[in-house]
Structure formats: structure tokens, C-alpha cells
């Protein structure tokens, strides 16, 4: 099923165009959001991707470890 509405980006109307905003002139582009799979097989790239665009927190090297050892000993000297 193909999708007929477009949302601009420019100024948020709904349209049935899909080459520009009749009113402003604007980009459209789809309103839907993708379909969602349980068993997507890109998902590993496409969170490796944000990763690397800073869209993610990045995770240290060895910090893991040492934040939970961290955490134990402030629970011990309690």
C-alpha cells in the first residue's frame, strides 16, 4: 500500500502532492513513520550509525567495570 498524504516540512500542512507544498512551496515528505519488524536485520547498523553521528552516548572502554566497582565500594562504606 502506497501512502497518498505528505506533511510539509516548511510550515506542517498536510497536502496529496507529492512534489511541493501547494501553499508555501515547501519539501513534503511522508508522515508515517516506517514499519516496525521484530526481527529487522539493519538494526544493528543503523544504531551503529547514530552511534557515531553522537545521536547515542558512548560508552567507555573498561568504564562499565570500573562504574560498578565504583558503585559497589560506596554501597560497602555505607
Known sequence: MRWLMRKCVVCGRYTLRRDRCPVCGGEVRVPH????????????????????????????????????????????QS
Not at 43 to 66: S, T
Open 33 to 76: 513513520p516506517p514499519r516496525f519488524s521484530p526481527e529487522d536485520k539493519y538494526l544493528k547498523y543503523r544504531y551503529l550509525m547514530k552511534k557515531l553521528a553522537g545521536l547515542l552516548p558512548v560508552e567507555e572502554e573498561g568504564g562499565g567495570e570500573a562504574k560498578k566497582e565504583a558503585k559497589e565500594a560506596t554501597r560497602a
